[in-house]
T-cell receptor, first 116, second 110 residues
Framework: GAVVSQHPSWVICKSGTSVKIECRSL??????MFWYRQFPKQSLMLMAT?????????EQGVEKDKFLINHASLTLSTLTVTSAHPEDSSFYIC????????????FGEGSRLTVL | KQEVTQIPAALSVPEGENLVLNCSFT??????LQWFRQDPGKGLTSLLL?????REQTSGRLNASLDKSSGRSTLYIAASQPGDSATYLC?????????FGAGTRLTVKP
């Protein structure tokens, strides 16, 4: 199956710093990538949808200036958490689709962010 | 707005039992439905994908069914094993996005 790689798998940072998380499709071209966050014992919440070469579409309530998403190539999307605060601590997961006829999504391994 | 509900929230069974996880959704106009497995602190692993035109999919000991008209899907796990312990999520996709259920946390006791 198609592989999506996410990096880093975990990161600890100080309050006020920015953190970048990368999401790569290793063996297919990802026309669309999605970013989710997950709080403990809760389901995934979609944050934004990004299409290669265009601005991301953010879900209601998600601050676009806080969570910068870049999808500059068909194999890479990045999520930058700017001026991170402890409440940004969460598990972030990306997924990608290559426009397969099935509409199937492939997920990265997730990145756990802890902001001190 | 699509809402996805999974019942039960948690389930504990002895090894070897067959079990069923339930997923319901409010809007039947879906593109597909996926079942995922999530181990603690890990990402999602896709288990089965059912297109809206299909009724079921099978993979090994797993069988997923879809009844679009009633807004329900079930994931059947045969002969459960301790290694099956994880959280199982269902997600439905329509033309716009994908919605997840809150998951069922499964524990299979040796």
């Amino acid at each position: 199956g198609a592989v999506v790689s996410q990096h880093p798998s975990w990161v600890i940072c100080k309050s006020g710093t920015s953190v970048k998380i990368e999401c790569r499709s290793l063996d297919f071209q990802a026309t669309t990538m999605f970013w989710y966050r997950q709080f403990p014992k809760q389901s995934l919440m979609l944050m934004a949808t990004s299409n290669e070469g265009s601005k991301a579409t953010y879900e209601q309530g998600v601050e676009k200036d806080k969570f910068l998403i870049n999808h500059a190539s068909l194999t890479l999307s990045t999520l930058t958490v700017t001026s991170a605060h402890p409440e940004d601590s969460s598990f972030y997961i990306c997924s990608a689709t290559g426009g397969f006829n099935t509409g199937e999504l492939f997920f990265g391994e997730g990145s756990r962010l802890t902001v001190l | 707005k699509q809402e996805v509900t999974q019942i039960p929230a948690a389930l504990s069974v002895p090894e070897g039992e067959n079990l069923v996880l339930n997923c319901s959704f409010t809007d039947s106009a879906i593109y597909n439905l996926q079942w995922f497995r999530q181990d603690p602190g890990k990402g999602l692993t896709s288990l089965l994908l059912i297109q809206s035109s299909q009724r079921e999919q099978t993979s090994g000991r797993l069988n997923a069914s879809l009844d679009k008209s009633s807004g329900r899907s079930t994931l059947y796990i045969a002969a459960s094993q301790p290694g099956d312990s994880a959280t199982y999520l269902c997600a439905v996709s329509d033309d716009n996005d994908m919605r997840f259920g809150a998951g069922t946390r499964l524990t299979v006791k040796p």
